[in-house]
């Protein structure tokens, strides 16, 4: 008798996770009640909050580091300006609110450590059946205030939807500091077929307005759904991992005095690849640290293993101004750049600005 193969709930296939038969397999699994549980709650709406899952001492270490590496200049470090979102070198002093750190963990061993605290490892290990590969990161010291968006459309991966993002909250969020929020259960939306045939939206074949139908059917959706949309006010040290096609972005800034300072990281499991080892084949490379593989897009351990020296040596890979964007940390499509137009900046700051209503009144931790 021919064995059964489980469907899933996209044509793009997925984790465990994203099968029909979920809920048998964590009987099969034998998971604890602490797995079960999160499993229970990622599949159906998304998300998990791994509350103080890193501890106040980690994130301190990781924030010195940052500090000094503005305050002084760290040519290790690459990091992009919210003004041009240029890839440079933080070879000299600069303003840390108007920056954001682009892989932190390849310069800042405190990074990777975050990123490597039990509670998120062990549950990436779980839904990916496989350890985890980081393969790009963020850092954050204000809002993105970006619109309602799934991280499938701008990150790719080799297969869409074995992927996971965290962010890690490095300081208490405050009401009016551009909290990320997110729409539970908009995970099992159907598919948004790019093209006909794919998860990720390119500029060049989709053009603008197809982004914006896209990006209107998010908010459209939210509005309708039961759950509305939550806000993560996360206390220092809170976790939130969620699912590749979970609808999330910045709220509107309303306090310009406030920071919201976050470390975020995209996986994927190691039995796949991030897109850019197959256009970029001389960055596919992997390091390990303590089971937690990491490569990156902007530094090339090849020549750095060749020099075998340090980061005033490394290679900087430059990146696309126009697909860096917010808190789902940029293409990795590699287009040629493109300017954005001046009616899709409108149509952002608008959404922006429409979900202050939609997210009002229901702010909570998840």
Same mark, same amino acid.
């Given at each position: /008798? ?10 793009? !296939? ?75 070198? %933080? ?5 840390? /609110?108007?920056? =954001? ?12 450590? %975050? ?33 309602? $968006? ?36 908009? +995970? ?11 998860? $990720? ?11 914006? %139908? ?51 990281? $995209? ?14 084949? +001389? ?5 390990? $640290? ?13 020549? /750095? ?18 697909? /860096?964007? !917010? ?17 899709? %900046? ?17 702010? =909570?931790?998840?």
């Amino acid at each position: /008798m021919q064995e059964e193969v489980p469907s899933f709930h996209s044509k793009y !296939g997925g984790l465990w996770i994203d099968r029909s038969d979920w809920q048998q397999e964590i009987q099969a699994r034998g998971l604890n009640l602490q797995q079960k549980a999160q499993v229970e709650k990622f599949a159906s709406d998304g998300y998990i909050i791994l509350e103080g899952a890193a501890s106040h001492e980690l994130v301190d270490a990781f924030q010195q580091r940052i500090e000094t590496s503005f305050r002084d200049g760290n040519s290790d470090i690459i990091y992009q300006s919210h003004r041009d979102y240029i890839t440079k070198r %933080l070879d000299h002093p600069a303003d840390r /609110m108007g920056g =954001r750190v682009l892989d932190a963990f390849v310069a800042l061993p405190q990074a990777l450590d %975050l990123f490597h605290v039990p509670a998120l490892f062990d549950f990436l290990r779980l839904i990916f059946d496989a350890d985890p590969l980081l393969f790009q990161s963020l850092s954050f010291d204000q809002g993105s205030q970006q619109g309602l $968006h799934q991280d499938t459309a701008y990150v790719v991966v080799q297969q869409p939807l074995q992927l996971a993002a965290c962010w890690i909250a490095l300081e208490d969020v405050q009401p009016g500091s551009g909290e990320l929020f997110y729409a539970p259960g908009s +995970h099992r939306l159907p598919d948004w077929n790019f093209g006909g045939d794919r998860k $990720h939206w390119s500029m060049d074949e989709d053009g603008q307005e197809t982004h914006n %139908l896209w990006g209107a059917h998010l908010v459209e959706n939210a509005q309708k759904s039961a759950k509305g949309v939550e806000c993560f006010l996360a206390k220092k040290g809170d976790i939130l991992v969620w699912h590749a096609d979970l609808a999330h972005g910045g709220s509107a800034i309303t306090n310009p005095q406030l920071t919201r300072q976050s470390l975020v990281g $995209h996986f994927c499991p190691q039995t796949t690849e991030p897109y850019f080892f197959s256009t970029h084949p +001389h960055l596919a490379k992997v390091r390990f $640290h303590k089971g937690l593989g990491y490569c990156s897009q902007h530094y090339n351990f090849a020549e /750095m293993d060749a020099a075998n020296v340090g980061g005033d040596n490394e290679s900087v890979e430059g990146d696309d101004p126009s697909t /860096m964007s !917010g808190d789902v940390a940029g293409s990795v499509n590699r287009e040629p750049p493109a300017p954005v137009p001046a009616d899709a %900046l409108n149509w952002k700051r608008r959404l922006a600005r429409g979900f202050r209503q939609l997210v009002g009144g229901r702010a =909570r931790g998840g």
